[in-house]
């Protein structure tokens, strides 16, 4: 299969972005930048795109200029392994930014992003449905998301 590589579009804070993302991710790096020429649409010199990768996954930001915005109906889920990297990724993508219900978030560029603990969806699969009705509940009623408090109302009867 090719590679995929998603795009993001911004109007002039491509790199910024791409800066941000490479320092809250690890092994993460800016692998490449290309500037507008002369008779182009941008001016001469500034940013035009921005190849990098998080964490092996290759993304490349283009500063195409406001014609486009994000909106939630893309969004980029991570999934973390425990309560401390949901914080750390909460914290660091929401500055600036809006939180939203459920683990998701708009970081400050408007790129939208699902932070999910790795426990949601093993307590959300889970075959009890009453206990997986309940879970869902608690996440419904959540902006970040809080593992103790699903794995509560997992185990409540």
């Not at 992003?113 to 009705?133: E, S």
Request: proline share 6%; net charge negative.
């Amino acid at each position: 299969m090719n590679d995929i590589t998603p795009c993001l579009w911004f109007d002039t804070e491509g790199e910024e972005a791409a800066n941000l993302y490479t320092s809250v991710f690890p092994n993460s790096k800016i692998l490449g930048v290309s500037h507008y020429g002369e008779n182009t649409p941008r001016p001469a010199g500034t940013v035009m795109t921005v190849e990098f990768e998080l964490d092996g996954q290759k993304f490349v930001a283009l500063n195409g200029g406001p014609q486009f915005t994000f909106s939630e109906a893309i969004s980029f889920q991570i999934s973390c392994n425990d309560q401390e990297e949901v914080d750390r990724y909460w914290n660091a993508l929401s500055e600036g930014g809006e939180k939203g219900p459920c683990g998701w978030l708009k970081d400050r560029f408007g790129v939208s992003w699902q932070v999910v603990p790795t426990a949601l969806p093993r307590l959300l699969g889970d075959p009890d449905r009453q206990k997986a009705q309940r879970v869902m509940q608690a996440m419904l009623s959540m902006g970040k998301i809080e593992i103790d408090e699903l794995e509560r109302a997992a185990a409540a009867a």
